[in-house]
């Protein structure tokens, strides 16, 4: 255990290394924030209700949804592939480091690094925009909530851990991962509610991981859903990852075999 506490702190230190390059992320992740935000806003001063939100709960959503982001979406995995690229994939081999158990360290690291600014981040701008936004107090409403948010850090990092041992097999994993990156963001729900999509296209949508990660959590939060969307919402998060964590494990047996290392 002390090997993985030594692992997160060397991880939260990496995170500051750069701190102009750091600073911008921040920025970018504000604006990105705000261009939603006053979209939304936007579109409510016309009228009250849209896709059958009010304005409180679209604007709740839109920060739920970007907690979600700084959350869910935060990961460390994709450092993999610069490992396995340079062969210092090797060190798995040769020390005594639990291969997933390194890179969940990493990712657990970075997402509660996140959680600190984003917190901070949204305070801000809830005191100096004060949106009309719901605070969830009911426990029969927050538990799922947190359950669902769980499973959805364990299906991301499945994604992103299977997407980053193609680097294994192919030189360029980075092209994978930025369009993996545009469908997860925008089927996900982080742009906008996905049930806004026409109804057979949600449907397709919903047997598809990419709604557990910031969409479903969301709508959990706003207490919306029925008693039999919820069973059936968990029971696919249950059906992914337990597919998920199969195929990475196979993923990795199978690009270990294949690896080859040389030199000192």
């Excluded at 040769?94 to 981040?121: H, M, Q, S, V």
């Excluded at 947190?146 to 499973?151: E, R, V």
Aim: hydrophobic share 55%; aromatic share 18%.
């Amino acid at each position: 255990m002390k090997k993985y506490w030594e692992v997160f702190k060397i991880t939260w230190q990496q995170l500051l290394i750069y701190r102009v390059n750091f600073a911008l992320w921040r920025l970018r992740t504000i604006l990105q924030l705000l261009l939603v935000y006053f979209i939304w806003w936007s579109v409510f001063q016309s009228q009250d209700k849209v896709f059958g939100y009010t304005t409180a709960s679209i604007l709740t959503y839109v920060l739920v949804a970007a907690l979600m982001r700084a959350v869910v979406l935060s990961t460390r995995v994709t450092d993999m592939i610069d490992s396995i690229n340079s062969g210092n994939i090797v060190n798995f081999l040769i020390k005594p480091l639990g291969f997933i158990r390194y890179y969940l360290t990493r990712d657990i690291a970075d997402k509660l690094f996140n959680i600190g600014f984003y917190i901070a981040e949204v305070s801000l701008l809830i005191l100096l925009l004060k949106p009309p936004i719901i605070i969830q107090t009911k426990l029969p409403v927050l538990i799922p909530f947190f359950i669902a948010t769980l499973g959805g850090l364990v299906i991301y990092f499945c994604i992103n851990f299977i997407v980053s041992l193609t680097a294994f097999w192919v030189e360029n994993s980075w092209g994978p991962l930025f369009l993996m990156s545009v469908f997860l963001e925008s089927l996900g729900g982080g742009l906008f509610p996905i049930d806004i999509l026409p109804k057979p296209l949600f449907d397709i949508l919903m047997l598809t991981p990419f709604p557990y990660l910031i969409y479903f959590p969301a709508k959990l939060y706003l207490g919306s859903m029925s008693y039999s969307e919820i069973i059936s919402g968990f029971s696919i998060i249950f059906i992914w990852i337990t597919v998920l964590v199969a195929l990475m494990r196979v993923s990795i047996n199978a690009g270990f075999r294949h690896f080859s290392a040389v030199g000192n």
